[in-house]
C-alpha cells in the first residue's frame, strides 16, 4: 500500500510539469550561503536556500494574507484553545518518504526554538500531538491570535518542515547536516562548491497545490530542471555575465551599475519587491562602549539615515529613509518619539555618557559595497560625536562568525555590524527581529530589556488594530531609550534578469518556481 501511494503521488506531481522543463537557470544570488540550515537566525540566504527545498504549513500571497499551503483543512475550537489540522494528500519528501504528522511536529519544536514568534507560541504552552498520520493538534494554554501568522511567517526563521529524523536528532542551535526537504527543489549537495556554485534540481515527487502561484503561497510549479546559483561578489563581473548572456538572473544589482544595465539588451531591471530591506546599525549591547545606554542614545541622535543612503543610490526611487523602528509599509509605521537627527545633542549625550575612550569595533564586510559604504559613513559619524573608532575589514563569512562573539573589542570582539534584514522582520512589535529585548534570544549585540518584552508579550493579547498601534508607539517609545539598534532606511533590491524569462514572482525573497522561458 505504502509503495502504491508513493507512486501515486510520483505520477501527481509529474503531471503537474510541462514535459518540455529542460532547461538550466543560472542565477547570481543576492550572497552565498554559508549555514545549509534556514532555521538558524536571520540570515536572509540560508531563508532563500530554504524556499527552495523546503515546503510550510501555511504562507502568504502577495497581499500578505496568510494562506494553507502543506494543509488542506484546519479549525480552531471555541474558545481559541485548541486548533485541529490535516495535510494535503500525497505530500512526500524529496527521498519519497511520506510527510507525516509526527514530521511536522518535530519540525515546529525545533523552530520554535530559534523564532519569537515560536517562542510566543511556546509561552502560551504550546502542547502539538498527532492525531494520526496526516492529522495534529495545537493546544494552548490560553487563546491566541497569531497562530496562523506565525505558522506562514514570510521572514527568518522561517517555519519550513523536514523529516522529524532531521530535526528531532538536531539541537535548535546546530546546523542539520541532511537537506532531505519537502519543497518543490532538491539540493545536489555533492555539487556544492563552497563560495563558488550551489545546484538544485526540481523534485520530482513534489506535489504542488492547484492554485495559481502567488506570492509564497499556491502552486509552486516549477518549469525548468536545474537551477544553478553563482556566487559572484564582484557587481561588474556579475552584471558582464548577466549582459552577455552567462547567466539568466541578479538578484542584487548595485546602485551605481543600474544605469548600465537598464540600457543593456534584453535585459529588465526592476524591484526585487515592493517591501525592501531595513538597513540598520546593530549594535553590542553587552559589551563597552555601547553597553552604556546614553551611547546607543548618542548614535541614535547622530544618525541621518539619508546620509547613508546616498553613499550607496543616485536614484531616491530606489530607498528612504524611514523615522521609526517599522518599516515605512508597516501598519504600526509612525515618527512618534523617534528623535531627528541631532548631532548637539548627540555630543552632549556622548559628555554625559563618562565615555571612557574604549574604541568602537565596526566589523566592516568591505566586499559588500552597501555594507562598506554604510560602514564608512557610520565611522565618521561616530568621530564626529567622539568616539573613537577601530574598522575591521573582513568578508562577510567573517562577520557572520564574529558577531556571535560576547567577548570585549579587546579580545576579538565587536562592537557594531551593518546588515539589512528583509522588510518583513521590521513591521510589527510581535515578529520584530531588531526590537527583541530577551537577552540571549535576542538576535546579536542581545538587548536585554523587561519592559520592552512585556509589551511584545500584551501586544500579542489584542485583537484591535487600534490597540495594537497605541501599544507598538510605546515600545517605540522605550526602544528610543534603550537603543537595540539604529535605523539607517529601507534599501529596494533590484533585480535583473534576461528578458526570456516569464513568470517571475515578487515576493520578499526570490523564489524560482512559475519561472519559464519564452
Known amino acids: 500500500m505504502k509503495t502504491k501511494w508513493i507512486l501515486a503521488a510520483f505520477a501527481v506531481a509529474l503531471a503537474a510539469v510541462p ?39 501555511f504562507a502568504v500571497d502577495a497581499t500578505l494574507a496568510v494562506k494553507p499551503q502543506m494543509v488542506s483543512t484546519w479549525r480552531n475550537s471555541e474558545d481559541g484553545r485548541i486548533w485541529d489540522f490535516t495535510l494535503r494528500d500525497g505530500l512526500v519528501f524529496s527521498d519519497s518518504q511520506p510527510v507525516t504528522s509526527e514530521d511536522v511536529i518535530a519540525s515546529l519544536k525545533r523552530w520554535s526554538g530559534n523564532d519569537s514568534m515560536g517562542q510566543q507560541l511556546n509561552a ?47 539541537p535548535a542551535n546546530q546546523p542539520v547536516t541532511d537537506q532531505t526537504g519537502s519543497g518543490p527543489f532538491v539540493f545536489k549537495k555533492d555539487e556544492w562548491m563552497t563560495g563558488a556554485k550551489l545546484v538544485f534540481l526540481r523534485n520530482p515527487v513534489y506535489v504542488p497545490r492547484a492554485e495559481p502561484a ?20 564582484d557587481q561588474q563581473t556579475a552584471v558582464n555575465a548577466l549582459m552577455t548572456g552567462e547567466i539568466d538572473i541578479s538578484e542584487e544589482v548595485a546602485g551605481d551599475l543600474i544605469g548600465l544595465v537598464r540600457k543593456a539588451k534584453d535585459v ?34 547622530a544618525v541621518d539615515g539619508s546620509e547613508f543612503l546616498q553613499a550607496v543610490i543616485d536614484d531616491p526611487s530606489l530607498g528612504k529613509v524611514c523615522r521609526s523602528f517599522y518599516v515605512c509599509s508597516s501598519p504600526y509605521f509612525s515618527e512618534t518619539g523617534f528623535p531627528k537627527p541631532d ?41 564626529s560625536i567622539g568616539l573613537k573608532t577601530d574598522i575591521q ?52 549585540g542581545w538587548p536585554c530589556d523587561e519592559q520592552i518584552e512585556a509589551m511584545r508579550a500584551s501586544f500579542a493579547g489584542l485583537s484591535s488594530l487600534e490597540e495594537r498601534k497605541a501599544l507598538a508607539e510605546k515600545i517605540q517609545l522605550r526602544a528610543t531609550e534603550t537603543v537595540p539598534y539604529v ?32
Open 343 to 383: 548631532l548637539e545633542r548627540a555630543r552632549q549625550l556622548v559628555k554625559e555618557s563618562g565615555y571612557d575612550g574604549t574604541p568602537v569595533v565596526l566589523l566592516d564586510a568591505s566586499e559588500n559595497t552597501n555594507i562598506h559604504a554604510f560602514t564608512m559613513v557610520a565611522d565618521q559619524v561616530l568621530r
Open 214 to 233: 502567488d506570492g509564497f503561497a499556491g502552486g509552486k510549479v516549477v518549469h525548468v530542471n536545474r537551477v544553478e546559483w553563482h556566487i559572484l561578489p
Open 487 to 518: 535605523p539607517i532606511g529601507l534599501q529596494y533590491q533590484i533585480r535583473a534578469h534576461r528578458a526570456n524569462l516569464t513568470g517571475l514572482l515578487t515576493p520578499p525573497a526570490p523564489v524560482y518556481w512559475n519561472l519559464q522561458r519564452k
Open 124 to 170: 502560551r504552552g504550546a502542547r502539538w500531538t498527532a492525531t494520526d498520520a496526516r492529522s495534529f493538534r495545537l493546544t494552548l494554554d490560553q487563546p491566541w491570535g497569531f497562530v496562523l501568522d506565525a505558522l506562514g511567517k514570510p521572514g527568518a526563521p522561517v517555519p519550513f518542515i523536514m523529516p522529524a529524523r532531521i530535526a528531532a536528532a538536531t
Open 19 to 57: 514535459a518540455a522543463a529542460q532547461s538550466v537557470l543560472k542565477v547570481r544570488p543576492s550572497g552565498d550561503v554559508k549555514i545549509l540550515d534556514p532555521m538558524l537566525g536571520s540570515d536572509s540566504m540560508a531563508r532563500n536556500f530554504g524556499y527552495m527545498i523546503y515546503d510550510t504549513l
Open 393 to 444: 575589514a573582513m568578508d562577510w563569512a567573517t562577520v557572520v562568525s564574529r558577531r556571535a562573539s560576547k567577548e570585549s573589542v579587546g579580545r576579538n570582539g565587536w562592537s557594531i555590524f551593518i546588515s539589512g534584514p528583509g522588510g518583513l522582520d521590521m513591521m510589527e512589535p510581535l515578529s520584530h527581529l531588531g526590537l527583541r529585548s530577551n537577552c540571549e534570544k535576542a538576535w546579536f
Open 268 to 301: 529588465v531591471v526592476a524591484r526585487q519587491d515592493e517591501i525592501g530591506v531595513a538597513q540598520q546599525i546593530r549594535l553590542n549591547s553587552t559589551q563597552p562602549p555601547f553597553s552604556n545606554p546614553k551611547l546607543r542614545q548618542a548614535l541614535l541622535a
